[in-house]
């Protein structure tokens, strides 16, 4: 909060806000002081003089508000489920009705002994909620990294005998090609999970050997959620789950598969778009109700179900499987074609590190396929050529799909361009092909 001091003082003039501001450099020995001025910023105050200039802004004794547990108390940014940036509001109740359920994930009965680790800022419902508010509401410690580092995190993971790992696949993936994980490190974990973008199965055996390897109980589960549920809203565990699924539906929460044009119910075992209900909803889009009414749908009983925008199915035993945002999905000459069976196909090749497939409109055949590959870095695979390595890929995708997800390109790049919370940017990569 130092850092952006002199914006809240801005902020304290052009709103009536009340804010309360602390120094937590106010108990710390001298030397300890003077060590924080010299890593502080250069080009701005030191921190102890950042924080006093906050002091100055108007404060109140700490009271207590009495407000309704289901009264907005939180606004978090996202993508919406139109894609387009949008601010969310959750109530206390939904944040602590999901956080509740670190029992039932995480095991966390009791804090003593729990040490989560995880890479997810704090404005993003699964770094506040299940990263920062459910530890504590057991008492669990954490260690939370505001940006990923694979030396600094494998030291956090030793040092700290981290119990639990939470994090997005570039993580697992850079654990698992650092030597120095490959040890007891990882004896202490007992849970892991991934989520926020697709997910290579091959991660899952991967990890999951090198815990059988090192006696660990701990194995790499996914999950599925959006900030319009706070978070996650389904994902697996150790006592349920279901390859290549993301889980069943947590406590306070149901799920429902709707036809995507008519918002009617669907059977099981039938594609559609995922619709959520439960305690833990979001009551709306902040100054927008013409969206929050396009979102929630409210069904014959008076249940409100937030329609996700996102297309996925569940199996006979209610476990969820998703496939994409509807808006990814490709229609080529009238056949629909998910990105994510592209990738899932291609990323099964040891010579590919990443992947990303995606639809760019042409007027002949309603959309044309790109993908875009970043190579597996090993030497073992540093003479295979590009022509080489798009014969394998297309032969793949005909044998494995059809003709219809054949890409009309395969673009090689070094480094898939990812979001703050380290998801891959697809609107940087599909801007590069409008802007040919």
Known sequence: MDIFAYQFLELQNEMDLTVITFNPFDKISLIKKIYCNMKSPKHVEPNT???EKLEQLKYTETTMYNWDIHETSVLLNSGGTSGNSKIIELSTDAINKLASNGSDILDMTEGVGVHMFLVLPMFHGFG??????????????????????????????????????????ILYKALLKNKKFHSNIVKNINFAYVGGDFVNQDLFKKFNDLMIKHDSKGRLFEGYGLTETVTVCSVNTLAA????????????????IVDPTTKQNLPHNTLGEIAVSGDIIMNGYYNDDELTN????????????????????????????????????????????????????????????????SGVDDQAHGSIIYLWVVKNKNPEYANISDEELNKKIKDLIKNELSIYAMPKEIIYIEKMPKTEIGKINGKILEQMIKEK
């Open 49 to 51: 003089l950042r924080y």
């Open 128 to 169: 506040l909620c299940m990263g920062v508010h459910a530890p504590l509401m057991y008492g669990a410690s954490i260690s939370l990294m505001m940006k990923f580092h694979t030396k600094d995190t494998i030291n956090l993971i030793k040092k700290n005998r981290a119990t639990i790992i939470i994090g997005v696949p």
């Open 241 to 256: 789950n279901c390859d290549e699924s993301v889980g069943k539906a947590v406590r306070y929460a149901k799920i429902k």
């Open 294 to 357: 396009k979102t929630i749908q409210i069904d014959e009983f008076g249940n409100k179900w937030v329609l996700t925008g996102d297309y996925g199915y569940l199996n006979n035993d209610d476990y969820l499987f998703f496939k994409q945002r509807l808006k990814r999905i490709i229609k080529v000459s009238g056949v629909i074609i998910c990105p994510s069976d592209i990738e899932h196909v291609v990323s099964k090749m040891d010579e590919i590190f990443e992947v990303y497939a």
